[in-house]
């Protein structure tokens, strides 16, 4: 997914470029992840930068929680868009 897509999809939904949403956050550190995670692939001794994934990872949880309790609905739309987990079904 790129970057500016989906910029474009929370402008047009929010009508205006908020870039500190939840959403965009999480849409950042998702990129971050996955750029850090083939990093490593690579460079399995970079202790550093699996430092610097696991604050990310955490950082990522704290805002999906976050969005969890606060919208459920659009916590599903971005986990479903971003393919971070599966959903379970209750």
């Not at 930068?49 to 990522?60: A, D």
């Amino acid at each position: 997914m790129a970057k500016n897509s989906f910029i474009s999809r929370i402008s047009q939904e929010e009508k205006e470029e908020n870039r500190g949403s939840v959403e965009f956050q999480v849409f950042r550190f998702t990129n971050k992840i996955r750029r850090l995670t083939s990093h490593l692939e690579l460079h399995k001794k970079d202790y550093s930068s699996q430092r610097g994934l696991r604050k990310i990872l955490g950082k990522r949880q704290r805002l999906l929680v976050f969005l969890s309790n606060k919208n459920r609905v659009r916590y599903k739309e971005l986990i479903s868009q971003l393919s971070i987990r599966e959903l379970k079904t209750r």
